[in-house]
């Protein structure tokens, strides 16, 4: 089982910057992708970030130029430096990571969430 647990989520005012952090453990044998989507209420789980395990990133429209995805590798990390934040960008973030894992002596294919942090951008 692999599981992941996010941290960095709280209040901030329009204008200012938040870092989340989202380690991954468990019987990871690797890790392939590993990003961030966000859940505002009343709306849908949306992507926000992603990043491969070559470091190749992707982006929502809303984000690009505000938030920057990295992580690291040998902590099974991922991070979310957000900067500018507006009021729109208030929302639960949820990280996810797929991946292979290793039970019991076999290989098997894993896509896990974290629980969830919550951010606002309020004054």
């Known amino acids: 089982q692999v599981r992941l647990a996010e941290s960095g989520g709280g209040l901030v005012q329009p204008g200012g910057s938040l870092r989340l952090s989202c380690a991954a453990s468990?019987?990871?044998?690797?890790?392939?992708?590993m990003g961030w989507y966000r859940q505002a209420p009343g709306k849908q789980r949306d992507m926000v970030a992603t990043?491969?395990?070559?470091?190749?990133?992707n982006y929502a429209d809303s984000v690009k130029g505000r938030f920057t995805i990295s992580r690291d590798n040998v902590k099974n990390t991922v991070y979310l430096q957000m900067s500018s934040l507006k009021p729109e960008d208030t929302a639960v973030y949820y990280c996810?990571?797929?991946?292979?894992?290793?039970?019991?002596?076999?290989?098997?294919?894993?896509?896990?969430w974290g629980q969830g942090t919550q951010v606002t951008v309020s004054s």
């Open positions: 996810n990571a797929a991946g292979r894992g290793q039970s019991g002596g076999y290989y098997h294919d894993f896509a896990s």
């Open positions: 468990g019987s990871i044998v690797s890790i392939s992708a």
């Open positions: 990043i491969i395990s070559g470091g190749s990133t």
